[in-house]
């Protein structure tokens, strides 16, 4: 994807791109998502809201996102001939996706101060997301 990005644009045409962060905490839940049949259950066991909804928005018709390390991205995009400009980590968890509709609205507001730290690597484990500003290079 990257190449025909390249491709199609202009010299010192920018590029902002997202991608799922590899190296978020809380992928882990993903990794026992496949194990499908006993895990509904538990949660509907244990009364976590959305844990049906969840398990369902995150794993559509079989498909699988693929998640980027956000250093091993960077270097990808210098490889592809883009220079990067600016970055910013989004979508924190401070808890598991199921867990957090216990929790409240605590959870989120917390969240989304987080995100003022978007530039510090520390942060980077709890954010979901990785967005990148790059410009092509001459």
């Known amino acids: 994807a990257l190449k025909e990005l390249n491709r199609i644009l202009k010299p010192g045409g920018?590029?902002?791109?997202?991608?799922r962060n590899k190296l978020c905490l809380f992928r882990l839940w993903d990794a026992l998502l496949p194990v499908r049949k006993g895990l509904r259950a538990l949660l509907a066991r244990m009364g976590l809201f959305g844990g049906k909804a969840y398990l369902e928005k995150s794993f559509r018709d079989g498909v699988w996102y693929k998640k980027h390390a956000p250093g091993a991205f960077d270097r990808q995009l210098a490889r592809y001939g883009f220079e990067k400009q600016d970055h910013h980590y989004f979508h924190y968890y401070l808890v598991p996706a199921p867990l957090e509709y216990k929790f409240g609205k605590g959870v989120?507001?917390?969240?989304?101060?987080?995100?003022?730290?978007?530039?510090?690597?520390?942060?980077?484990?709890l954010a979901s997301g990785y967005i990148v500003r790059a410009?092509?290079?001459a």
Do not use: H, M, Y
């Open 14 to 19: 920018t590029l902002v791109i997202t991608v």
């Open 108 to 125: 989120p507001r917390a969240a989304f101060k987080l995100e003022r730290l978007t530039k510090r690597r520390v942060s980077s484990f």
């Open 135 to 137: 410009v092509k290079k």
